[in-house]
């Protein structure tokens, strides 16, 4: 009965759309497609099209799958006939009498066919809305046995649904090819898919040789390309098992068009926005990116100079003159490695890496890191070991045997993915050494910290205690001013001051006793609780004397540690200004790491712009009211004591409203202070999706310009009254997209939220939107600074420089990479006396 009614429904459905235009929706065996009768294949959304073309400035013709909605050239995503052009009109499509999809041209020459490994009985080809091609039987719909189909197939072009890798049950592979020119679609050198192995991962290759490889998959995220991680608008599976490895996007909103196509360089993803294709990544990146740039044992470290570093307790093969033909010779041992006696063998620990090549590797997922290195222990040509998998603080077992190739140092990445850590084996004594060497090189920062003192003075500049306080923390010295055995009074407000040798007085800190927070905040009761923040609740108190305070109740599973405390509780308290949350306190005890803040009666900027009941902040008075407030807050921030500190986690539930609705900026937990901590291993990204420059999205690559990008989406935020993401209201990706659409067709006007009472004059509204755009542009260097963007409010509109193309998805060419996004933006001590001297 069902069968019956969908074949009558389809078939009526086909005959209405065969007699009414030449674009059919199926191909049948009494249907065909011919090219000299321009007859077409749509799919059901008319978002594809399957016709014969004829590519760039060639005169054959080829059959094959375009977008049908996208104007322009860049349309073709699969082409059938790629190997045999047909050098005519005289193409024509058929499903033959052996149910086989067939591609027929003068002379009934066959120029490509599709075979379907079952004879069909009732074979009806489709193109569906995905973009793919289907030959299957009438009734059938389970795309499992589809008698054949394109996406099993792939050109060049990767869609959203189709799978690369490889179905082992069948020995299908799945592979990009590049097409060899823009005329000729017929596969050129370069491919890219997934290479089965133990652990497999994708690779690129240029005929045989190996071009790039993305890193084995972590369960997050390609340890190579932690990036390609699910997104707001992307969402990604691996697979791998017996039976198959694939890899696979989707696209989760539904209007967004996206494609990867891989071309004679690299793998591009392009994003559809705005009537052009922007490009969301492109792969390779850099020259670390290249296959096994620094050799065996080489680690690629696009900050370094050069970039090939030895890994710890490896030197280089040949000192050459640094010439990257040298470097790709690699490193070697330092000493002989003895592989019976087990008690001379030892495990570097190395922090973030790209895991090494695993051609010769070997993994079980059920095993713990404690077996994986006995596992590797007991076998002598095992070189290195790791967790295979990452999530929940890591599981499974991945071992490397033979020389370690490919490795590269990966940006820090976010906070929520544990890092990557990969065990090298080496001597024991070489192993004590690098940890000696270690040691030296941390008492060697606190030279260069005294040197920086040193200079400070000289200068006049009041030295910042913070850095007091690290140098201190080199020493082992607990200097921090509140201790552990301190009991808090009642009142719970004690200062402790310290003051060291010589030394301006230390910083001074209310500590209070655990009980006096518990009943002031009702025993964290749920009724007290004002939300959630990035690391932990966030509670309403009130203390004895009456005054009301915040208390942020630190989660005992987030990463935020001693470190990070200190941190956060340090540079609250240094910094006092108007438009900056103030730290009262904090508590410590036992396992409780408690920050206690003033209470602000209106909570937070979001609330207020994005709640749908209570939404609106009706007056423009308020809104340039709250935009002066962190422009003062952030420039506060840039500038105090001449050091700067970037915020890094700038937005709109950061920005806390008093009752006089001033802003005041907070969660400075996140903020680090410029000279860093010396140790590349906390480098890690914190931030929100959304509010993130691509620079530091992507390379952990963070500066004062990663806040003014944040403050630019702010600023879009605040004017408009809509979220950066999660903006469904266009076809634009999110707001920066929208905005700068607007702005590109002289339509900012329409930017405005409709709910303001009042609205400002257009000249200022107008240089308001310019002023956001000019923050958000994707390359750091155009981006303003605040002192900037402060006397840019005072400036007439037309005095204001025109906008370049924003950031509005993380695309960037290799190009993009130059000299000034590398070192000076990367937080290090040393980069700190650097830009020290050269500045002052
Ligand atoms: C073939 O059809 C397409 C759309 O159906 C049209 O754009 C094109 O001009 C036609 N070509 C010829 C030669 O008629
Ligand atoms: C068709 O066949 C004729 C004679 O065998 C040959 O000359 C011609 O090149 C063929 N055409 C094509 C397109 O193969
Ligand atoms: C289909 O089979 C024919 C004959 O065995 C072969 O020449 C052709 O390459 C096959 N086509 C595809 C797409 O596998
Ligand atoms: C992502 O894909 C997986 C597998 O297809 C699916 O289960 C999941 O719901 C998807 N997530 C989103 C946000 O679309
Ligand atoms: C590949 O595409 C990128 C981005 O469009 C472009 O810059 C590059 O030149 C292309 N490579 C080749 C060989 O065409
Ligand atoms: C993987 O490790 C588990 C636990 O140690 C073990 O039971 C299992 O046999 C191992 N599998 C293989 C293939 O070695
Ligand atoms: C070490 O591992 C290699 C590769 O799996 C294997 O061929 C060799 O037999 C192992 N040696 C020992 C002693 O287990």
Request: net charge neutral; with cysteine; aromatic share 12%.
């Amino acid at each position: 009965m069902d069968i019956f009614a969908s074949v009558f429904l389809s078939s009526s459905l086909l005959v209405f759309s065969f007699v009414s235009s030449d674009a059919a929706d199926s191909i049948t065996q009494s249907r065909f497609l011919s090219d000299i009768e321009n007859t077409t294949l749509v799919s059901k959304d008319r978002g594809f099209v399957l016709w014969f073309f004829s590519p760039g400035n060639s005169n054959n013709r080829y059959l094959g799958i375009w977008y049908n909605n996208i104007p322009g050239k860049f349309r073709v995503v699969w082409v059938a006939n790629r190997l045999k052009p047909i050098p005519d009109s005289s193409g024509v499509l058929m499903v033959n009498s052996a149910g086989s999809l067939v591609l027929l041209s003068q002379n009934e020459t066959v120029s490509w066919s599709a075979n379907s490994t079952k004879q069909a009985r009732n074979p009806i080809v489709e193109l569906l809305v995905s973009g793919n091609l289907v030959l299957r039987e009438e009734d059938e719909e389970n795309p499992e046995n589809y008698l054949w189909q394109s996406f099993d197939y792939p050109s060049d072009t990767w869609l959203p649904g189709m799978k690369l890798g490889w179905d082992l049950r069948t020995g299908l592979e799945r592979r990009l090819t590049e097409w060899k020119s823009l005329d000729d679609p017929s596969p050129g050198e370069m491919s890219w898919g997934i290479e089965v192995h133990n652990y497999p991962e994708l690779v690129m290759e240029k005929g045989s040789q190996k071009y790039f490889r993305s890193g084995p998959w972590n369960g997050i995220f390609f340890s190579g390309m932690p990036w390609l991680q699910a997104s707001p608008l992307f969402n990604y599976t691996f697979v791998s098992n017996k039976d198959e490895v694939h890899f696979m996007f989707e696209i989760t909103k539904i209007s967004v068009i996206a494609r990867a196509v891989l071309n004679q360089s690299m793998y591009l993803t392009y994003v559809w926005v705005d009537g052009e294709w922007e490009v969301y990544l492109s792969l390779p990146r850099d020259e670390c990116d290249v296959y096994n740039f620094c050799g065996a044992y080489g680690n690629c470290i696009i900050s370094e100079s050069p970039i090939c570093q030895c890994v710890e307790g490896f030197k280089p093969v040949s000192r050459g003159t640094g010439d990257p033909e040298e470097w790709s010779r690699g490193c070697e041992g330092k000493s002989q490695l003895s592989c019976e006696d087990k008690d001379k063998i030892g495990f570097l620990k190395l922090v973030g890496l790209k895991m090494p090549a695993t051609t010769y590797s070997w993994l079980n997922e059920s095993m713990n890191l404690g077996e994986c290195r006995v596992k590797c222990l007991n076998n002598c040509s095992c070189m290195a070991f790791a967790n295979s998998y990452i999530r929940d603080g890591g599981s499974g077992c991945a071992i490397w045997f033979g020389d370690l190739t490919d490795i590269r140092q990966m940006p820090p990445y976010r906070q929520d993915a544990n890092s990557q850590d990969v065990y090298i084996r080496m001597p024991a004594s070489e192993q004590a050494n690098s940890i000696k060497k270690e040691v030296k090189n941390k008492q060697k920062t606190k030279v260069v910290v005294i040197v920086v003192v040193a200079i400070a003075v000289v200068f006049g500049v009041l030295m910042i205690p913070y850095c007091i306080w690290k140098r201190s923390n080199f020493r082992g010295e607990d200097l921090i001013s509140f201790d552990f055995s301190n009991r808090a009074t009642e009142r719970g407000l004690i200062n402790k001051k310290r003051t060291g040798k010589g030394r301006t007085k230390e910083m001074e800190l209310p500590l209070f006793s655990f009980s006096s927070v518990s009943t002031a905040t009702n025993y964290f009761s749920a009724s007290n609780k004002l939300g959630e923040g990035g690391f932990g609740p966030v509670y309403k108190g009130s203390l004895l004397n009456g005054q009301l305070v915040a208390v942020k109740r630190l989660s005992r599973k987030s990463g935020q540690g001693w470190e990070e405390l200190k941190n956060e509780a340090m540079l609250i308290a240094k910094l006092q200004h108007k438009n900056l949350v103030k730290l009262l306190g904090c508590c410590i005890e036992r396992d409780e790491k408690i920050l206690i803040y003033e209470y602000l009666p209106n909570k937070s900027l979001d609330y207020f712009l994005f709640d749908p009941i209570r939404r609106g902040i009706k007056d423009w008075a308020t809104r340039t009211h709250i935009i002066e407030g962190i422009v003062q807050g952030l420039l506060y921030l840039h500038q105090y004591s001449r050091l700067q500190i970037i915020h890094r986690d700038l937005k709109a539930s950061n920005i806390l409203l008093d009752k006089d609705m001033n802003p005041k900026i907070s969660d400075f937990g996140l903020a680090r202070i410029f000279c860093g901590n010396g140790s590349q291993a906390t480098n890690r990204i914190v931030g929100t999706y959304g509010y993130m420059s691509p620079e530091y999205a992507m390379e952990g690559l963070f500066s004062i310009k990663s806040d003014v990008f944040s403050f630019g989406v702010l600023l879009l935020e605040i004017l408009s009254g809509k979220k950066n993401t999660g903006f469904y209201q266009s076809d634009s990706i999110n707001l920066i997209g929208y905005a700068w659409n607007l702005w590109k067709s002289n339509r900012s006007l329409e930017l405005m939220d409709p709910i303001l009472g009042d609205t400002p004059p257009t000249n200022v509204f107008l240089s308001y939107i310019n002023i956001a755009l000019l923050c958000v542009q994707e390359n750091a260097v155009d981006r303003p600074t605040i002192s900037d963007v402060i006397s840019m409010f005072n400036k007439e509109p037309a005095l204001l420089p025109s906008p370049k193309k924003p950031a509005f998805s993380f695309g960037r060419g290799m190009e993009d990479l130059g000299s000034s996004k590398r070192k000076p933006e990367i937080c290090s001590l040393n980069d700190m006396t650097v830009s020290i001297l050269e500045a002052r």
